[in-house]
C-alpha cells in the first residue's frame, strides 16, 4: 500500500537546527527527481544534491505509479536508482500479500513440516472479497461471536475500514458499489476488500491500543538484501481501548489521519511514542529476555514476508524499496502483521517525527552508497543494520569482535551514537582511497 503524502507539515525545527549528517562531507554531485515535498526532499537537498525535471537524474523518489507506467532500465544509467521494485504490490496490497503468505506456508510445509510452516503465523486469517466469500461465510460460521476487520486491498489511512460481528453486516456490504471493480481506475487491480479476524486482545499503554511503524530498506530481492532501522514509532488510539463499541474507528484503528479528526487532538502532541520509548516500557513490565523474543519475532515477520514474496518479485539493479511495516502486539507478546506500505509517509508532523524521518532517510542514502560515502561492507550504517546479505548477518561482539548467535537485529537499540558511527564509516573510506593513492 501507498500512504498519501499532501504539502510537507511545517515544523519547528529547520535544517540548521538538524545538522543530520554531523558535517560529513558530501560525495560528488548528484541529481535528483521529485515531486514530493516533504522530509526527503529536505534530505536530499541538505546533501548537496541538485534537483532536475528531466531525464539526467541519478536518484528519483517516484511513486508508484511512475514505476508501474514507465520504469525502463535500459534507458536508465547504469548507477541510477529508483524507490521502487516493478512488482512492490506483491508486498504492499494486502490481498497479494495475503496470497503470496498463504502460498509459501504451503511451500514450507511441503517442504519442511508443519513447525517450520508455523512461522507464516503471523498474519491474522484473511480472505479476500469476493473470491473467498464462500469460505468466509463457512469460517465465520464455525466461530460464532468473532469480530472480523474489513479493509480495502489498495487504500490508505484508514479510509474504508469497518468492523463487524454479524453476517448480515456482510450481506448488505455486497450491495455496495464500492465492493464492485472499477474499469476506469488505474489502481493495481479491482476495488476488493479483504476480510481478517480482528485482534481483540491487543496490547494496551495506558488502556490505549497501539501499533507499530517499522522501517525495512530492501537493496536486492536476487539475492535477498536487507536493512532494519532501530528507531520506529508507535501510533496510538486517542481513546481508551474497548470491544462494546465497534463501530468507533477512532477506537480501533490507529491511523493519524484517522486519530486527528477527533475533537481533543492535540497536534503539537501527536500520538506517537519512539520504539526505544516503547521497547523501554516492555523492558520494565516484561523483563529483558522477554522483550528480546519479542523483537527477533518481529524480524522473522519481515524475513518471511519478503521470502514469501521473493518468488514474484521483479528485482532490478536499480531498485530499492523502504517499506514501512505496521505490526500490533498482542497480549502474549505476540506480533501480527497488519499491513506493509510501498511509500510510508514521510511528511513529518512534530520536531520527533521529522528527526526520526530525517536521519532515517540520510542513513538510508548512506547505505545506498549513491555519492561514494562508504567502503561499502559495512554491516551497520547510523540507525540501519544489516540482518540478511544472501543468508543471516549475526552480531558482533563489539569486545571480542567474534560473531555471537543472535541475527543482527537491534530494533529499539541505541542511537545515541549514531553520528560517531557515521564519522567512523567516512574515516574509514578515507583511509582506503589514502591507501589506493600510496599503492
Known amino acids: 500500500m501507498a500512504e498519501a503524502e499532501g504539502g510537507a507539515t511545517k515544523v519547528d525545527l529547520s535544517l540548521e537546527e538538524y ?87 504451503r511451500k514450507l510445509e511441503k517442504e519442511s513440516g508443519k513447525e517450520v510452516a508455523a512461522r507464516c503465523n503471523f498474519m491474522p486469517q484473511t480472505y479476500w472479497l469476493p473470491h473467498d466469500y464462500p469460505m468466509f461465510v463457512q469460517e465465520f460460521k464455525r466461530v460464532p461471536n468473532t469480530v472480523w476487520i474489513m479493509k480495502p486491498v489498495g487504500s490508505a489511512q484508514g479510509k474504508g475500514i469497518f468492523l463487524i460481528s454479524k453476517l448480515s453486516e456482510v450481506m448488505e456490504f455486497k450491495k455496495d458499489t464500492r465492493f464492485q471493480p472499477d474499469a476506469s481506475s488505474k489502481d493495481d487491480g479491482p476495488k476488493a476488500y479483504i476480510v481478517q479476524r480482528y485482534i481483540s486482545n491487543p496490547y494496551l499503554i495506558g488502556g490505549k491500543k ?44 490507529t ?16 500520538c506517537k511514542w519512539l ?19 519479542l523483537l527477533m519475532r518481529m524480524n522473522d515477520v519481515f524475513l518471511v514476508s519478503l521470502e514469501a514474496v521473493q518468488p514474484s518479485m521483479f528485482s532490478d539493479k536499480h531498485c530499492f524499496e523502504l517499506y514501512g511495516y505496521d505490526i500490533m502486539i498482542d497480549t502474549d507478546l505476540q506480533p501480527w502483521l497488519i499491513e506493509v506500505n510501498a511509500s510510508p509517509s514521510l511528511t513529518a508532523d ?34 540501519f543494520d544489516l540482518v540478511w546479505n544472501n543468508g543471516p548477518i549475526f552480531r558482533t561482539n563489539p569486545v571480542t569482535q567474534e560473531r555471537e548467535e543472535e541475527l543482527n537485529v537491534n530494533l529499539g537499540g541505541t542511537m545515541v551514537d549514531r553520528k560517531d558511527n557515521l564519522h567512523a564509516i567516512h574515516k574509514r573510506l578515507q583511509d582506503e582511497q589514502q591507501k589506493k593513492i600510496k599503492n
Open 19 to 105: 545538522d543530520g549528517d554531523g558535517g560529513v562531507p558530501h560525495g560528488p554531485q548528484i541529481k535528483f527527481r521529485t515531486h514530493f515535498v516533504n522530509t526527503v526532499h529536505d534530505v536530499m537537498t541538505h546533501l548537496g544534491w541538485t534537483q532536475v525535471h528531466d531525464d539526467s537524474w541519478d536518484v528519483h523518489w517516484a511513486d508508484v505509479g511512475w514505476v508501474r507506467d514507465s520504469f525502463n532500465p535500459r534507458q536508465m544509467k547504469t548507477t541510477a536508482k529508483v524507490c521502487h521494485f516493478p512488482t512492490h504490490f506483491e508486498l504492499t496490497r494486502k490481498d497479494y500479500m495475503a496470497k503470496n503468505l498463504k502460498r509459501h506456508k
Open 210 to 253: 497501539f501499533d507499530l511503524r517499522l522501517y525495512v530498506l530492501v537493496t536486492s530481492y536476487n539475492p535477498l538484501v536487507y536493512w532494519v532501522y532501530r528507531e520506529g514509532f508507535a501510533r496510538f488510539s486517542g481513546y481508551p481501548f474497548s470491544m462494546e463499541d465497534i463501530s468507533n474507528t477512532k477506537v480501533h484503528l
Open 255 to 270: 491511523n493519524v489521519a484517522v486519530q486527528k479528526k477527533a475533537k481533543d487532538y492535540d497536534k503539537s502532541k501527536g
Open 275 to 293: 520504539m526505544t520509548q516503547v521497547t523501554r516500557y516492555l523492558v520494565t513490565k516484561h523483563g529483558e529476555e522477554a522483550v528480546n523474543r
Open 350 to 383: 512534530t520536531p520527533s517525527d521529522y528527526r526520526l524521518k530525517y536521519g532515517m532517510l540520510e542513513d538510508m542514502f548512506t547505505v545506498l552508497n549513491i555519492d561514494d560515502r562508504r567502503v561499502g561492507d559495512e554491516e551497520r550504517v547510523g540507525g
